[in-house]
């Protein structure tokens, strides 16, 4: 038997992967251009601290408390040479400048939304499909789940963080077990739905094996709502570790982070707003910002969703 | 109603469409959804637009109803209803004609009924929104409407919810809906497709009943021949967009112009079993005593058991096609999913044909899983839309241990055999037709050399002219592989034409199995002779090549 011509394929104009245009859809997207490239400055001003003109930012200065916006000061170096310093952004109660930490800050909290973000994903897709995929595990995984969104999980990261001794780590764990929960509801649902697909069945007729047929047939439908979560997990985390440090149970104090700083300016803000007024727009503008990106990448990714 | 058969130029047509042209959004295969198409529905005449999928009959439709989506736009012609031009209504008085002037009935019932609303709320929708009728005026008027048609019990159905009613009575709550004032024109659209043939007969004597005895007019949107030469007065046959025939229905059916329309009707299986050489190949399945309960346990409720399958006994011998039909509910799809071991069966013994592998766990499973394969129904769905048609031929050998670029080559020998070029390996899904992804779809299957085939409804997505290519297909690689292939169908006109034998399912339990011929001339059992009076057509002899 031969191919008669009219049996073959045309070639159709969107030849290629299913997912070939969605990178040029994704640049195209104003939220995914507009929110990537706020995050891009953030991670750019955080990994290029030390060259923004900044100083120490856990230099403590006695003598230039409270300093408003805009003040200069003469700072004398270790051989006696002297240099006139601005502060850009005023000075804490401390004396610290604002602007170097408020910079620095931006290291603490992006590397806690990115790796709350990765590793409360990884773990939840694995328990996801776990639950999703052998059924005696489900019950017993899902009701954990669910024991553990009982708790309002800023109580539940207080309580984490004081089980450890108050660090970066700790924090980030903190911030991580009540996220986990979500993650693990989401993949289970996509996997109890992509199960019962035809090709997942065809699959098992064709005699693969079952960690072959998650990776190669199940967790690709997991890959696009994932990365859109995982844009909110980094957003609420980046909140939660500010909230933590707020409440004075994060981050040491002398670390800059931006929920510190504005701990730090709590005291004194109506006699001096600029301590909470700089981390504060910072820290909107990049959850803003990975907000942006996350509903951006849910459209051009999930098209059923847009526009709601 | 043998009235309406004469031509109605003496009174003007209910609806007359003339050169009709739709432009398709661009992009598309074509630039126009449908083409300069013309023609009338007469008072108390049955019109039906017969056509394969992508034929533009639905567009058709819509595009009077006022109903055509945004991107889609009529750039040329004329849609007449008792006169008065639909395409250059306003929304308003497009609102006043729908549900007054004309009624429309969609395929999905389920789909179409507002599930939090009772049927008579849904019915009284209609008069509400188009009459001055008070509340008790309203609800006998829709009581009186539905003892039209034959609803039982129509108090309890006004009340009812729309999952508390069958599919067929919902189909007759829909038109109940439609027809409730009076329209000069009911639109069909494939309203039968979604039910069983013997609920299908009914609606269709219902439809055909009713507009004869108030003299509508009904647009009829179907692809299936045996429904038009069931109730259509007069046939109009689409292809790509195009009107390519049209004329009083016994003329199209008997003498078809059109090459087109020749090719759908040839395509059409017949309803007379084809001759069947005897088949004397050894056993190469045998189920005994199969069955299937599923039961629901709660805390707090009462087991419920539902049983899917009972008893079924079936043997198949290699190079045999045993069909199974039934409606839906009757259990062939449990059968077959339990045969497959994509279920196991609760009760019973499958044997292959030395060993039972009805209750083997899925480690010791594996080794006969290549023996029986499965053709699903769904070729959308039945290939991984993310891997190319070649990676998902392998898989199944590659799992068995030959070598990938083994696998490939014999890929590509299957690709020919099953008619595909085998350069397209490197392509996705979603670049093949329906009816090209069912020919990859058995392609995979015959890759892991099976010797027995599950066909579960592997044709009935499929247009009728490909549904014939790939049943030709099927009997093609059964001679060559000698195959056992089990055809699961609702369509008795295909088991008619490609079974051996047949086993008749209802309710789970089998009530009739035998050679096709035998069951087709003379059928032992009640539901076998409801099922074959049911099929829509009979009198009416297609395809006989």
């Keep these: 038997m031969t191919a008669e011509p009219s049996l073959i394929a045309p070639a159709l104009p969107d030849a290629g992967r299913p997912n070939a245009n969605a990178l040029r859809r994704l640049v195209r997207n104003p939220a995914v251009l507009i929110g990537g490239t706020v995050l891009l400055v953030m991670a750019l001003m955080g990994l290029l601290a030390p060259f923004l003109g900044t100083i120490d930012p856990a230099a403590i200065n006695p003598s230039a408390r409270n300093r408003v916006p805009g003040v200069e000061r003469t700072i004398r170096a270790d051989d006696g040479s002297t240099t006139v310093f601005k502060h850009r952004m005023g000075t804490d109660s401390l004396g610290r400048d604002v602007y170097s930490r408020v910079v620095y800050g931006a290291r603490v909290s992006l590397m ?3 790796s709350v973000a990765a590793v409360s994903i990884s773990i939840g897709l694995i328990l996801g499909l776990i639950a999703g995929y052998i059924r005696p595990l489900d019950a017993v995984i899902m009701r954990f789940m669910d024991g553990l969104m009982a708790i309002p999980a800023i109580l539940l990261a207080i309580a984490v963080v004081s089980l450890f001794r108050a660090g970066l780590i700790a924090v980030i764990v903190a911030i991580i077990v009540p996220e986990i929960p979500r993650v693990v509801r989401l993949v289970r649902s996509i996997v109890l739905s992509v199960r019962e697909e035809p090709y997942v069945e065809a699959a098992i007729m064709q005699g693969t094996r079952l960690p072959l047929l998650m990776v190669r047939h199940i967790l690709p439908n997991t890959i696009a709502p994932l990365i859109v979560q995982g844009t909110f997990i980094a957003a609420s985390a980046i909140l939660v570790e500010a909230i933590l440090s707020f409440l004075g149970i994060g981050i040491p104090p002398e670390t800059p982070t931006w929920g510190n700083i504005m701990a730090e300016g709590r005291n004194v803000f109506r006699v001096f707003p600029h301590n909470i007024l700089y981390p504060g727009i910072f820290l909107g503008l990049t959850v803003l910002a990975v907000n942006m990106l996350g509903d951006g990448l849910r459209d051009t990714l999930d098209p059923k969703m847009a526009g709601r | 109603m043998s009235e309406a058969l004469k031509p109605v130029s ?3 047509p209910v609806l007359q469409i003339k050169g009709l042209s739709i432009r398709l959004p661009g992009g598309g295969d074509r630039a126009h959804a449908v083409e ?9 005449e049955i019109t039906c637009v017969v056509g394969e999928s992508g034929s533009g009959k639905s567009v058709t439709a819509f595009s009077v109803m006022g109903l055509l989506p945004k991107l889609l736009k009529p750039v040329a012609g004329q849609i007449l209803l008792e006169g008065e031009d639909v395409l250059a209504a306003s929304p308003q008085r497009l609102r006043a004609l729908r549900g007054d002037r004309m009624g429309m009935v969609f395929q999905e019932p389920m789909t179409a009924l507002n ?3 009772t049927i008579g709320d849904q019915i009284e929708e209609v008069l509400r929104i188009h009459t001055e009728l008070d509340a008790a005026e309203r609800r006998a ?10 609803l039982p019990d129509p108090e309890r159905i006004h009340a009812s919810y729309p999952h508390q009613i069958s599919g067929g009575q919902r189909q007759r709550v829909m038109i109940a809906a439609a027809l409730v004032l009076d329209p000069a024109l009911l639109i069909a659209d494939e309203p039968t497709t979604a039910l069983d043939v013997t609920t299908q007969a009914q609606i269709l004597r219902l439809i055909k009943e009713l507009q004869g005895r108030r003299g509508t007019g009904v647009l009829f949107i179907t692809h299936d021949f045996g429904v038009v030469a069931e109730i259509a007065d007069k046939v109009v046959v689409m292809e790509k967009g195009f009107v390519v025939e049209q004329g009083p229905a016994a003329q199209v059916l008997t003498n078809p112009q059109h090459p087109y329309t020749r090719m759908l009707i040839g395509a059409v299986p017949s309803l007379k079993p084809a001759r069947r050489k005897a088949v004397t190949g050894p056993i190469a399945l ?4 199969l069955g299937k309960t599923y039961s629901s346990k709660s805390l707090f409720k009462k087991e419920q058991v539902v049983h899917a399958a009972r008893d079924v006994d079936i043997k198949i011998h290699r190079g045999e096609t045993v069909g199974i039909v039934g409606e839906s509910g009757s259990g062939k799809t449990t059968v077959a999913r339990c045969i497959a071991r994509l279920m196991p069966p609760t009760r019973g013994a499958i044997l292959v044909p030395d060993i039972d592998i009805a209750m083997l766990p899925e480690r010791r499973l594996r080794a006969y899983r290549r023996k029986i394969q499965v053709v699903f129904q769904d070729p959308y769905r ?3 839309p993310r891997r190319t048609v070649g990676d998902s031929i392998i898989e199944g050998p590659c799992n068995f241990g030959l070598k990938p670029d083994e696998a490939m080559a014999r890929a590509r020998d299957l690709m020919a055999l099953v008619g595909l070029q085998p350069s397209a390996l490197d392509r996705y899904p979603h670049q093949f037709s329906g009816g090209q992804r069912q020919r990859v779809a058995i392609a995979r299957a015959l890759a892991m050399e099976p010797e ?21 297909l099927l009997a093609d690689v059964q001679e060559r592989f000698n195959l056992a292939i089990l055809f699961i169908t609702h369509d008795l006109r295909v088991a008619a034409q490609i079974c051996d034998r047949i086993v008749v399912m209802e309710k789970g339990v089998v009530v009739e199995q035998g050679a096709t011929a035998q069951v087709f001339s003379a059928p032992a059992h009640a539901y076998t002779r409801a099922l074959i009076d049911a099929a829509p057509g009979r009198e009416f002899s297609v395809g006989e090549a």
Excluded at chain 2, 36 to 44: E, I, R, T
Excluded at chain 2, 141 to 150: D, H, P, S, T
Excluded at chain 2, 286 to 289: N, P
Aim: charged share 15%; no cysteine; net charge negative.
């Design chain 2, 286 to 289: 045998e189920a005994v005593g």
């Design chain 1, 112 to 114: 806690i939304a990115v």
């Design chain 2, 382 to 384: 039945s290939l991984n």
């Design chain 2, 115 to 117: 599930p939090v609303l």
């Design chain 2, 452 to 472: 027995i085939l599950i066909a579960d409804e592997a044709v009935s997505a499929l247009d009728v002219s490909v549904q014939k290519q790939v049943l030709a």
């Design chain 2, 36 to 44: 300069n198409v013309s023609f009338d529905v007469g008072a108390g």
């Design chain 2, 141 to 150: 008027k829709v009581l009186g409407i539905m003892a039209a048609m034959r």
């Design chain 2, 10 to 12: 003496q009174t003007m």
